[in-house]
Nanobody
């Protein structure tokens, strides 16, 4: 069991930026591909971005390409999601997720999930 702890959510305005963080209680953090998902009110959970164990492979959903950036710091056991030019449609609970294995599986299918952090973008 990998424990994932997200932080950084909040209420922002249209066009603002926000950075989410996720810290894993896992010594072999670099052995896990990591990613972010989100669930908007009344919608299914959707993939946002994923990054391989070494950081060399990154995948984004089309809806966030050019606005969101995923990164990781294996020394800190952390993965981040920098979100720029936020829109009201980005309002959702954002979940950090981890998959055993350094590669990003397609589709990205995590084994471990955080509890989620709320991001609300007002117009």
């Amino acid at each position: 069991q990998v424990i994932l702890d997200e932080s950084g959510g909040g209420l922002v305005q249209d066009g603002d930026s926000l950075k989410l963080s996720c810290v894993a209680a896992e010594r072999t953090f670099s052995s896990y591909a990591m990613g972010w998902f989100r669930r908007a009110p009344g919608k299914e959970r959707e993939f946002v971005a994923a990054i391989s164990g070494g950081g060399g492979t990154i995948v984004y959903a089309d809806s966030v390409k050019g606005r969101f950036t995923i990164s990781r710091d294996n020394a800190k056991h952390a993965v981040y999601l920098q979100m720029n030019n936020l829109k009201p449609d980005d309002t959702a609970v954002y979940y950090c997720a981890g998959d055993w294995g350094v590669k990003v599986r397609q589709p990205f299918t995590p084994l471990y999930w955080g509890q989620g952090t709320q991001v609300t973008v007002s117009s």
